[in-house]
């Protein structure tokens, strides 16, 4: 339940922002930059959640619990039933999956 709340708001914040930058935009011919800011954040998102569908589904499982859900380790754990040390083993290999299909954008 409490993730289809965080879900839903963060579609709302999303359409929210969308909605008001359109209309920045219309108003401001010098708002462009900050339509195109957001271009860049949405296709930024957009090869995250590529990647994230390319690496294995329990490092999958655990980034998406600890990074995107801001849960700690031991509740990652106790949702995914397996031990802290196989969160951490997960969750660095799949970060080190993540660096590697993204490239350093640095």
């Given at each position: 339940?409490?993730?289809?709340?965080?879900?839903?708001?963060?579609?709302?914040?999303?359409?929210?922002?969308?909605?008001?930058?359109?209309?920045?935009?219309?108003?401001?011919?010098?708002?462009?930059?900050?339509?195109?800011?957001?271009?860049?954040?949405?296709?930024?998102?957009?090869?995250?959640?590529?990647?994230?569908?390319?690496?294995a589904?329990?490092?999958?499982?655990?980034?998406?619990?600890?990074?995107?859900?801001?849960?700690?380790?031991?509740?990652?754990?106790?949702?995914?039933?397996?031990?802290?040390?196989?969160?951490?083993?997960?969750?660095?290999?799949g970060?080190?999956?993540?660096?590697?299909?993204l490239?350093?954008?640095?």
């Open positions: 339940m409490r993730t289809r709340v965080i879900v839903v708001n963060l579609a709302r914040s999303a359409q929210r922002r969308r909605s008001l930058a359109r209309r920045h935009a219309a108003a401001d011919p010098t708002a462009k930059d900050a339509a195109d800011d957001g271009a860049q954040a949405r296709a930024e998102r957009e090869a995250v959640l590529v990647a994230l569908g390319r690496i589904r329990r490092q999958r499982a655990c980034l998406v619990l600890r990074y995107y859900l801001d849960l700690p380790e031991s509740e990652v754990a106790g949702v995914l039933g397996i031990s802290q040390g196989s969160v951490k083993t997960h969750t660095s290999r970060l080190a999956g993540m660096a590697n299909l490239g350093d954008r640095r």
